[in-house]
């Protein structure tokens, strides 16, 4: 009989990704701080974090911060490529995969104990594997839960192993800061910390009632169970997203909204054809703002139908957008972002009369045909001639 006091969850992150595989690919950035992206860092290497860099950040920013650093520009293709095989590893460990990411995975090995050995076992031949198949570093943290999995993971950065036993579970949670519960941004970790909540322990010996008082309903019952390391959900292979979004850093130079509408409208292109390709449909959706200030805002806007055609998606974005003009002018936009969802399949879509396609749906898939035969910019519209298309980061398949 196998016995083991580990969780059967794996959290497996790749650490400091994308430039992670700048230093692979020149052995003279190992070691030394590197950031990937020019205008806004992309992605930052531990030494250059060790200076302050961080991912979103304008790059003039992060070179006062981090003048020795290395300046990359970043190659998609490549790191897609390396995150494919990263996951073939993944496969080749387990069935039970749930990716999050490109760069991060849940993986369940609870069925393996008699043939591989236990998580920890497994966890530390995954990141050999993965370091000798890839040539990247991974951490991976392993616990009962894909929550405790993921703060595992997170405190054993970077390229680490953390094992959290059954038994030491609140012991290894509670002293944690409230930043390290999953849902715990800006905004809710600044009303804990006006109420003197600074620790996963004061979290969890707050009455639900309380917690929902401050936060709301949802976050104060997520937050409750979290502090308790409740979190029944299992790893889902195959689990499709509930969302589909993109988002373009603009720094801090003003932007008229003519080019905010041209980075509106190529942002639409790409997200509409993600959904084509995925058979999928939506229903909502939101614009997301950040603003000089630092501060946050959402638009959205439910449609009376779910659809995949672009025009109309399109129409209600700019609608959005306009109607957040004064806001535009007033705070100055650094980062807009479009996301899509109440997803479906396309097939739940009611058919009307006639049944053919309309010319919006024709143009949509003809242009899909053109783009996948011949590459993304081969066919543009004349309005985007000319306009830089922004960096299009690698995802996971739909």
Same mark, same amino acid.
């Given at each position: 009989?196998?016995?083991?006091?580990?969780?059967?969850?794996?959290?497996?992150?790749?650490?400091?990704?994308?430039?992670?595989?700048?230093?692979?690919?020149?052995?003279?950035?190992?070691?030394?701080?590197?950031?990937?992206?020019?205008?806004?860092?992309?992605?930052?290497?531990?030494?250059?974090?060790?200076?302050?860099?961080?991912?979103?950040?304008?790059?003039?920013?992060?070179?006062?911060?981090?003048?020795?650093?290395?300046?990359?520009?970043p190659r998609m293709s490549?790191?897609?490529?390396?995150?494919?095989?990263?996951?073939?590893v993944f496969r080749d460990?387990?069935?039970?995969?749930?990716?999050?990411?490109?760069?991060?995975?849940?993986?369940?090995?609870?069925?393996?104990?008699?043939?591989?050995?236990?998580?920890?076992?497994?966890?530390?031949?995954?990141?050999?594997?993965? %370091?000798?198949?890839?040539?990247?570093?991974?951490?991976?943290?392993?616990?009962?839960?894909?929550?405790?999995?993921?703060?595992?993971?997170?405190?054993?950065?970077?390229?680490?192993?953390?094992?959290?036993?059954?038994?030491?579970?609140?012991?290894?949670?509670?002293?944690?800061?409230?930043?390290?519960?999953?849902?715990?941004?800006?905004?809710?970790?600044?009303? *804990?910390?006006?109420?003197?909540?600074?620790?996963?322990?004061?979290?969890?010996?707050?009455?639900?009632?309380?917690?929902?008082?401050? %936060?709301?309903?949802?976050?104060?019952?997520?937050?409750?169970?979290?502090?308790?390391?409740?979190?029944?959900?299992?790893?889902?292979?195959?689990?499709?997203?509930?969302?589909?979004?993109?988002?373009?850093?603009?720094?801090?130079?003003?932007?008229?909204?003519?080019?905010?509408?041209?980075?509106?409208?190529?942002?639409?292109?790409?997200?509409?054809?993600?959904?084509?390709?995925?058979?999928?449909?939506?229903?909502?959706?939101?614009?997301?703002?950040?603003?000089?200030?630092?501060?946050?805002?959402?638009?959205?806007?439910?449609?009376?139908?779910?659809?995949?055609?672009?025009?109309?998606? *399109?129409?209600?974005?700019?609608?959005?957008?306009?109607?957040?003009?004064?806001?535009?002018?007033?705070?100055?936009?650094?980062?807009?972002?479009?996301?899509?969802?109440?997803?479906?399949?396309?097939?739940s879509v009611q058919l009307?009369?006639?049944?053919?396609?309309?010319?919006?749906?024709?143009?949509?898939?003809?242009?899909?045909?053109?783009?996948?035969?011949?590459?993304?910019?081969?066919?543009?519209?004349?309005?985007?001639?000319?306009?830089?298309?922004?960096?299009?980061?690698?995802?996971?398949?739909?």
């Amino acid at each position: 009989m196998f016995v083991t006091s580990e969780g059967p969850i794996l959290h497996a992150d790749l650490d400091a990704f994308y430039a992670s595989v700048e230093q692979r690919d020149d052995p003279r950035l190992r070691g030394r701080p590197v950031i990937v992206g020019g205008g806004v860092v992309l992605a930052a290497s531990y030494e250059a974090k060790a200076c302050g860099v961080r991912t979103a950040m304008g790059g003039a920013q992060a070179r006062r911060l981090c003048p020795q650093a290395v300046v990359v520009p970043p190659r998609m293709s490549v790191y897609s490529a390396a995150s494919k095989a990263v996951f073939e590893v993944f496969r080749d460990t387990t069935p039970v995969v749930e990716g999050l990411s490109i760069d991060e995975a849940f993986l369940d090995v609870g069925g393996l104990l008699r043939i591989a050995g236990t998580p920890s076992r497994i966890a530390a031949r995954l990141r050999s594997e993965v %370091l000798g198949a890839v040539g990247l570093p991974i951490t991976v943290g392993v616990a009962r839960t894909k929550f405790l999995a993921k703060v595992a993971s997170g405190v054993a950065k970077p390229d680490g192993l953390l094992v959290v036993p059954h038994d030491r579970e609140l012991e290894f949670l509670h002293p944690l800061p409230v930043e390290r519960l999953w849902g715990v941004g800006k905004v809710t970790s600044a009303k *804990l910390r006006d109420r003197g909540i600074r620790t996963v322990r004061q979290v969890a010996a707050m009455p639900e009632v309380d917690l929902v008082s401050l %936060l709301g309903r949802g976050p104060g019952l997520h937050l409750h169970a979290l502090a308790r390391n409740r979190d029944p959900r299992p790893v889902q292979p195959g689990r499709r997203r509930r969302s589909m979004g993109s988002q373009r850093a603009l720094g801090r130079r003003p932007r008229t909204m003519a080019e905010l509408d041209e980075i509106l409208v190529a942002t639409v292109d790409r997200l509409t054809r993600r959904l084509r390709t995925a058979k999928r449909v939506c229903r909502t959706v939101v614009l997301r703002m950040r603003f000089a200030d630092f501060g946050r805002a959402t638009r959205s806007r439910t449609l009376v139908e779910a659809t995949d055609h672009t025009e109309t998606i *399109l129409a209600a974005a700019r609608r959005l957008l306009y109607e957040s003009q004064s806001l535009v002018y007033d705070r100055g936009l650094t980062l807009i972002g479009l996301s899509l969802s109440n997803l479906d399949g396309d097939g739940s879509v009611q058919l009307v009369l006639p049944f053919g396609a309309g010319d919006g749906d024709t143009l949509d898939t003809t242009l899909d045909v053109v783009r996948d035969r011949f590459g993304a910019g081969a066919v543009t519209r004349a309005a985007l001639l000319g306009v830089e298309a922004g960096v299009e980061v690698p995802l996971l398949p739909e």
